[in-house]
């Protein structure tokens, strides 16, 4: 079974530049959540979507960043216009409804802000 | 507000030792409790989990301890190894609100050969 796949790996861009990043979560997942995780931290959910629904994006800053579904399959994530303080890995995750309920995550990207 | 609260931030052990991380939580909403891995450049991956209605969960080295009436967990690794080392995760999911999955700061782990 193919894992959680995201790119890119790595990205670096300036201030005020705007990025975008894609899953693409295991198949039949309904569920894809999107994490930030800031150096030494644990993962903050940036959003959550159940097929091409959000369930959750209250702490998705949305005055820069924004996130779509569509088809209910892949995702992208996008920033526009990037801060430093938006330096971290962003990660992807999917799980399936009902069950067992564990997410499993991509390796992420890893933005840098300068 | 964080909602999971994990203990402690950093732990050393030396081989063949346990290595305890303790995690607790206020939201009763919260039903399910995965423990995630992370080594440095990868996602986290799923460990252990254990539902609340029961105390322990043992699989190989790893075992969860869960206490329903304190809103406390915590993750017991036997004969830690120098592979152990990585960060550990706990975290809480609602299942009855989409599986939303709440994480806990991490520990990193060190075991010293």
């Known amino acids: 079974e193919a894992g959680v796949a995201q790119s890119p790996r790595y990205k670096i861009i300036e201030k005020r530049q705007s990025v975008a990043f894609w899953c693409n979560p295991i198949?039949?997942?309904?569920?894809l959540y999107w994490y930030q995780q800031i150096l030494g931290q644990g993962p903050k959910l940036l959003i959550q979507?159940?097929?091409?629904?959000?369930?959750?994006d209250s702490q998705l800053p949305k005055d820069r960043f924004s996130a779509e579904r569509l088809k209910g399959v892949d995702s992208t994530l996008k920033i526009q216009p990037a801060k430093l303080e938006d330096s971290a890995v962003y990660l992807c995750?999917?799980?399936?409804?009902?069950?067992?309920?564990?997410?499993?995550f991509g390796q992420g990207t890893r933005l840098t802000v300068v | 507000q964080q909602q999971v609260k994990q203990s402690p931030q950093s732990l050393i052990v030396q081989k063949g030792g346990i290595s305890i991380i303790n995690c607790a939580y206020e939201?009763?909403?919260?039903?399910?409790f995965p423990w995630y891995q992370q080594f440095p450049g990868k996602g986290p991956a799923l460990l252990i989990a254990?539902?609340?209605?029961?105390s322990e969960k043992k699989e190989g080295r790893f075992t969860i301890s869960f206490n329903k009436s304190a809103k406390q967990f915590s993750l017991h690794i036997m004969d830690s190894q120098p592979g152990d080392s990585a960060t550990y995760f706990c975290?809480?999911?609602?299942?009855?609100?989409?599986?939303?999955?709440?994480f806990g700061g991490g520990t990193r782990l060190m075991v010293k050969p």
């Open positions: 995750a999917s799980s399936s409804v009902g069950g067992a309920s564990e997410a499993f």
């Open positions: 198949s039949g997942h309904a569920t």
């Open positions: 979507f159940q097929n091409n629904g959000v369930v959750d």
């Open positions: 939201n009763t909403a919260f039903d399910y």
């Open positions: 254990i539902r609340p209605d029961v």
């Open positions: 975290a809480a999911i609602k299942r009855k609100a989409g599986n939303m999955l709440t």
